[in-house]
């Protein structure tokens, strides 16, 4: 009996840390990504001022950066939303899992950010699925798919729970 209050007071442990940090990075996602949108606001507000004619390359490049200023920091508050339901996901499956789940989601976001700033920046050609292309994409992929998993295991709980 006490081995098994011992295991859950030590998996509860686990998971709050979990919590908690994926709290701060979410905060730091929105933070960090306001900075980034704030310095590009600043450049492509020089750009206008400098009356400097946009060719379609440079208007795809800012509606990028703008995208991904956009996207992450929506990445950002879901991680937050993560962090703050791991309470209601931890009877529907293992701590593992969910670690596996947590893991592969802020594994997802840096390379769908990283994809995106470089599409912005060193894009060859419009339309054309190159590896700068493959990166955010995989990014993206892995994120989508970790919120899907969540989500359903989100939904499965509270289902569960009003029985």
Not at 19 to 27: A, R
Not at 92 to 117: D, R
């Amino acid at each position: 009996m006490r081995k098994t209050i011992a295991f859950y007071v030590n998996e509860v442990k686990s998971l709050q840390k979990y919590k908690l940090l994926l709290i701060g990075l979410g905060f730091f996602w929105i933070f960090s990504w306001c900075i980034f949108g704030s310095i590009l606001g600043a450049q492509i507000k020089s750009l206008n001022q400098a009356a400097m004619i946009s060719s379609e390359h440079m208007i795809w490049q800012r509606t990028l950066l703008r995208s991904a200023h956009a996207h992450m920091n929506s990445m950002g508050i879901t991680t937050i939303l993560i962090g703050l339901s791991i309470p209601h996901i931890k009877g529907m499956i293992s701590e593992k899992n969910i670690k596996k789940i947590i893991l592969f989601n802020l594994i997802s976001i840096p390379i769908f950010g990283f994809g995106i700033i470089l599409e912005a920046f060193f894009s060859d050609i419009i339309g054309i699925f190159s590896l700068i292309t493959a990166i955010s994409a995989t990014g993206g992929i892995i994120y989508i798919l970790t919120i899907a998993i969540w989500s359903s295991l989100f939904i499965f709980s509270a289902m569960k729970k009003n029985n």
